[in-house]
């Protein structure tokens, strides 16, 4: 390879081309120092790089065998399970896994060992020792010899047990604020200014329409607004984030007749 020097054109320095080739001093695996030197193709290399990534992997890895029972995994798998990993190896994954979420996984598996997909991902839950549940999500991956027949899996485990319990929390906290709403009279309606999407509640849109009207988007909304009281109605002002909050009264045509309506908006700002 030759580079330019300088201005001028002519003047040039030769350097032998690159090759994939390093030092082993450079890499220590485990403690122990590499001889000299080695490709990043060399078997020996690449087995210790797997080693390496797999036994120091932040997260749990396993081998499975072709019948699913693990023929090994990282202390960040056993730490999952609760176990020592000598009691891990040789046993079925159903053996851990929830009752509930066998039959799922078993499915997926039995699939990529037809030919059917070359592996996937699932959100299950183990069980540890003492019946407590941690909540993980694993890619598993066919991992296939030269002739392309799967001879083992290779699994990528992720505790989500946090993730979980914050899901459920923000979920019982938005059906206790369905309730309070709901309990409101003549209920409510919320509009993500992000999409655009507005939807009234069904308390709202059976005062509207009546007992089987179903939730009223925000041009069926509006047009039942009286035509006089559009100015009140208008939502520009807190899509616009110029106001955090207003008091709205206007007129809204109802299966009851036309009704004066009190509607207190808030602007809901994220973080």
Known sequence: ?????????DRHLDYPPLKHTYRREALVFGGKMVAEPYTA???????????????????????VDLEGRIIRGNAAFAKLLSLPLEKVLGTHFRDFTHPE????????????????????TIEKRYLRPFGEIVHVLIHVAAMRDA????????????????HKEHERQLAERAA?????????????????ILTGKFE??????QFIGGPTAARLD??????????????????TPLIAGKLDQNVAEYRLDTV????????DRRLLRDS
């Open 218 to 235: 925000l041009e069926r909304y509006v047009n039942r607004v009286n035509v006089n009281d559009g100015a009140q109605a208008d939502l």
């Open 256 to 263: 009851h007749g036309e009704r004066w309506m009190r509607c």
């Open 101 to 120: 979420d066998i039959e799922a996984d078993l499915i997926l598996f039995k699939q990529v060992l037809q030919g059917r997909r070359d592996g996937y």
């Open 147 to 162: 002739a392309g027949k799967v001879v083992r899996f290779i699994s990528q485990i992720e505790d989500i047990t946090r």
């Open 176 to 192: 206790q604020l369905e309730l309070a709403l709901e309990a409101v009279r003549g209920g409510f309606w919320q509009m993500d």
């Open 200 to 205: 009234t509640s069904d308390r709202l849109a």
């Open 41 to 63: 193709d060399d078997p020996e290399t690449r087995l210790a790089l797997f080693d390496f990534a797999f036994e120091n992997a932040p997260i749990g890895i396993a081998l």
């Open 1 to 9: 390879m030759q580079l330019p020097l300088g201005d001028k054109g």
